[in-house]
């Protein structure tokens, strides 16, 4: 199984769970349809502003030789990564549950 069969397993399993949450099978508009994708979007995107700080400090880190504080903030950001990770296979989910129409 190649890495995108398995995010597109997540993806299912993340769709599956949402229309269970909602109880609801597809949106009930474009309009709904959008403002959710859109808060999902915006999420993934604030994990991803604060991976971005993260990397910004780290360097710092390792001009000044702060290799405890280094390994810290890249355990963080690494859980960080996750996050956006998640948000973004909820992303994908909506789009999916986009195609099954209104």
Do not use: P
Request: proline share 0%.
């Amino acid at each position: 199984m190649t890495d995108i069969e398995k995010i597109n397993g997540l993806v299912q399993r993340e769709l599956v769970e949402m229309c269970k949450k909602h109880n609801q099978e597809k949106f009930n508009s474009f309009h709904e349809a959008y403002a959710v994708t859109k808060e999902e979007v915006e999420e993934a995107d604030d994990e991803m502003d604060g991976v971005k700080a993260d990397m910004k400090v780290l360097w710092n880190f390792i001009k000044y030789d702060n290799t405890k504080s280094a390994v810290e903030l890249v355990n963080f950001t690494q859980k960080r990564c996750n996050r956006a990770i998640q948000e973004l296979i909820q992303v994908s989910a909506c789009c999916e549950k986009i195609k099954r129409g209104f």
